[in-house]
């Protein structure tokens, strides 16, 4: 068989990648299209091809375009680097597989769209040693590199206004997706040179979510080059969850500009600091303590506060200050649509995402109701930014 005739034919390992991001097993699958795994799993493994009726079903089913499941399975790409997963406790392989998958669906659209306009190339600043395996990282010299990445971007110590623009200026690729473990935060990857940093968009906090972003940023600029399994190794993962971590707290809050207003300790006046910062209270707390300003025991009494105030998981203003929305993605589909005279319908024939998914993807809003994302109606797009 040529090579066109494979392009042109069902690609089986497309189904499993749109399967894994729906959250669906082989048995799931095959119990809602009344077949067995087995048969499903002959689809993946290009072992029987479906008919036209059977991959209309599989389209709506998974929600993606029938033309999803043609083309080459290598326009997908494979990731370049390790994965990087910010979670709250252990998570089952079966979500990180899930999420994986999704952040590859984003790099593959990122691909078509650069195929067709120039986004801005990503590089590391100069600054930056790579490493290829794990050394420990003194807490000092991360605190010195989170000073001179802000030079490099231009600010100065200040409040940083918009840590996502930051990062889609630096050529990062920030997206929310919706993940089926709650547990899951970020997750962070490398393919073709260029990062991408996927957010629950779950996670409805902007300071929490701007405090995940920086930590994502801590591992593409320390930690990016690591193997998986120096990684998964719990006897380093820690260290490096806690070196990206000390990497957020004095990106977002320098040294030489927190302390001073650190004067007035109380609850109250904490608020009226993150408010300042854009950081949760308890990210305050952890930076001080950090930098030596309030003790262990007082950090600890502080903590004990907010435990019997109910705010560990929601504190005062997270529905206050804005939430921060990607708009690189946005602002390249607008130009494809705009400039380039491609209809949104174009883009998802060609990609093989739905109408639906990419406004989900770009924060596009559409004037249809849900129940009529089509590919066949003509949709009108409106690039008007997302109320949140």
């Known amino acids: ?21 729906r959250g669906f097993t082989l048995e799931d699958l095959g119990k809602e299209l009344g077949l067995s795994h087995q048969s ?15 991959i209309r079903r599989l389209a709506d089913l998974l929600q993606f375009a029938p033309s999803f499941f043609y083309g080459d399975y290598n326009e997908l790409l494979n990731p ?3 994965h990087f997963f910010r979670s709250g406790a252990a998570v089952a ?18 691909d078509f769209v650069e195929a067709n306009i120039k986004l801005p190339d990503f590089k590391l600043p100069n600054f930056i040693e790579e490493q290829c395996t794990f050394k420990q990282i003194a807490y000092e010299d991360i605190d010195t590199i989170a000073e001179k990445v802000r ?52 996670r409805t906090s902007s300071v929490r979510l701007r405090f995940n972003i920086a930590h994502e940023l801590g ?37 030489s500009t927190i302390v001073p207003e650190l004067s007035s300790s109380g609850l109250d006046y904490l608020l009226i600091l993150k408010e300042h910062w854009k950081v949760s209270v308890q990210a305050i707390i952890y930076r001080a303590e950090e930098l030596g300003v ?12 907010i435990s019997r105030k109910n705010w560990r998981l929601k504190e005062p203003l997270d529905d206050v200050i804005s939430m ?11 130009i494809l649509v705009s400039k380039k005279k491609l209809s949104i319908e174009q883009i998802s024939f060609q990609t093989g995402l739905t109408v639906k998914e990419l406004c989900v993807l770009g924060n596009i809003e559409i004037s249809l109701p849900e129940d009529q994302y089509t590919l066949e109606k003509r949709n009108v797009v409106n690039f008007s930014r997302k109320k949140v």
């Open 93 to 110: 392989k079966k979500y990180k597989e899930q999420v994986k998958e999704k952040v590859r669906t984003v790099a593959y659209l990122i």
């Open 151 to 202: 030079r490099f971007v231009g600010i100065g110590d200040g409040p940083i206004s918009n840590v996502t623009a930051l990062c889609e200026r630096l050529g990062i690729i920030v997206s929310f997706s919706k993940m089926d473990n709650a547990k899951i935060d970020a997750c962070t990857v490398f393919y073709k040179d260029r990062p991408y940093i996927i957010l629950n968009e779950e």
């Open 80 to 82: 370049q680097t390790s």
């Open 294 to 305: 309030f003790t262990q025991e007082y950090a600890l009494y502080l903590r004990q506060q």
């Open 40 to 54: 499903v799993s002959k689809y993946e493994n290009d072992k029987a091809s479906p008919d036209l009726n059977m």
């Open 324 to 334: 921060e929305i990607p708009s690189l993605l946005k602002q390249a589909l607008n």
């Open 1 to 21: 068989m040529n090579n066109r005739n494979q392009i042109h034919n069902f690609q089986g390992k497309k189904l499993k990648t749109a399967r894994l991001i």
């Open 219 to 255: 591992h593409i600029l320390l930690h990016s080059n690591y193997a998986e399994k120096e990684i998964n190794d719990k006897s380093k993962h820690k260290r490096i969850e806690q070196e990206a971590n000390r990497f957020a707290s004095s990106f977002l809050m320098p040294e």
